[in-house]
């Protein structure tokens, strides 16, 4: 059964330095990894997606990479804002039996302060 | 272009009452999705619809949740009786459903209470 950790779980830094949040998960069978943003009282907001064929998407100050072998994915957010802070939500698409059915993460709650 | 609709927003009901929650995915999506997501958890999937098709429906509690999505287009789910453990935001999803890995677009939720 896929499971998909994300540390940390909460991160505190201040406006503009560069962060790293980490996404791990147990079954490298995978279709693709997606990364979302969740604001308070908000749906998600897809950011990155990565197939399981590539190493790396870009977008703006993120940067999302894919290691599959070894079951980790990271998102880089350079020059960090106040707009930043959310919660990031690491999701995994499998192979097989639960074909389509996104796997997610607990999330990591982002706070950027001014 | 309009993103997946939820309503309503917000609910509050006592225990052992009906709710229901609604949902229009992206106009020409086939494929929707409903999860639930508890407080400080990711979502997990309670149900998949391939057009008006239930093509998942494994993680749905069949003895209180109810699902349909008649036309293939908007969706309704359905719990009847609601229980305390029920709180929680329904996200309702949808994907253009031509291939598998297709992004999926997610609603703003509707968070229930029940009291």
């Known amino acids: 059964k896929q499971e998909v950790t994300q540390i940390p779980a909460a991160l505190s830094v201040p406006e503009g330095e560069n962060l790293v949040l980490n996404c791990s998960f147990t079954?490298?069978?995978?279709?693709?990894l997606q990364w979302f943003r969740q604001d308070p009282g908000k749906g998600l907001t897809s950011l990155l997606l990565?197939?399981?064929?590539?190493r790396e998407q870009t977008s703006g100050r993120l940067n999302a990479s894919l290691d599959k072998s070894s079951g980790r994915s990271t998102l880089y957010i350079a020059a960090s804002q106040p707009g930043d802070s959310a919660t990031y939500l690491c999701?995994?698409?499998?192979?097989?039996?639960?074909?389509?059915?996104?796997?997610f993460g607990k999330g990591t709650k982002l706070s950027v302060k001014p | 272009e309009a993103g997946v609709v939820q309503s309503p927003r917000y609910k509050i009901i006592e225990k052992k009452q009906p709710v229901a929650f609604w949902c229009n995915p992206i106009?020409?999506?086939?494929?929707l999705y409903w999860y639930l997501q508890n407080l400080g958890q990711g979502p997990e999937l309670l149900i998949r619809y391939e057009n008006e098709e239930a093509v998942d429906d494994s993680q749905l509690p069949k003895d209180r949740f109810s699902a349909e999505r008649l036309k293939g287009v908007d969706s309704t789910l359905k719990i009847q009786p609601a229980e305390l453990g029920d709180s929680a935001v329904y996200l309702c999803?949808?994907?253009?459903?031509?291939?598998?890995?297709?992004?999926?677009?997610f609603g703003p939720g509707t968070r229930l209470t029940v009291l």
């Open positions: 079954d490298s069978a995978i279709y693709n």
């Open positions: 999701a995994v698409l499998n192979y097989g039996g639960s074909q389509g059915n996104l796997i």
């Open positions: 106009s020409g999506h086939n494929t």
């Open positions: 999803a949808s994907s253009l459903g031509l291939a598998v890995g297709d992004e999926q677009f």
């Open positions: 990565i197939q399981s064929s590539q």
